[in-house]
């Protein structure tokens, strides 16, 4: 009943900043957690940053200081600032979120995803 659409990849040189964004869409009654999570060619898919309904983030430590997740909620939207980007951010990202829907079950959604590449 949610769709999750994301934007804001494309290529970016090591040191410069990019911003992605996820709209979720659809018939829901209420969204939870939602966060960005990355699959570097090759790797394992691993959690970038999580952002509870009421605002509280979560990070992956590494990336701690650099990279920072925000919420609208009115816009039902998710964005991820990344700065100070290093070549081996290269990875698809992905938005997740957790919801209920009409009917109050628990649910979870994965977008399709947004290539971020980060050139040396």
């Known amino acids: 009943q949610v769709q999750l659409v994301e934007s804001g990849g494309g290529l970016v040189q090591a040191g410069g900043s990019l911003r992605l964004s996820c709209a979720a869409s659809?018939?829901?009654?209420?969204?939870?957690?939602m966060g960005w999570y990355r699959q570097a060619p090759g790797s394992q898919r691993e959690l970038v940053a999580t952002?509870?309904?009421?605002?509280?983030?979560n990070y992956a430590d590494s990336l701690k200081g650099r990279f920072s997740i925000s919420r609208d909620s009115a816009k039902k939207t998710i964005s991820l600032q990344m700065n100070s980007l290093k070549p081996e951010a290269t990875a698809v990202y992905y938005c997740?979120?957790?919801?209920?829907?009409?009917?109050?079950?628990?649910?979870?959604?994965w977008g399709q995803g947004t290539l971020v590449t980060v050139s040396s």
């Open positions: 997740n979120a957790n919801y209920r829907d009409m009917l109050t079950r628990s649910l979870e959604v």
């Open positions: 659809g018939t829901f009654f209420s969204l939870g957690t």
């Open positions: 952002i509870a309904s009421g605002g509280t983030p």
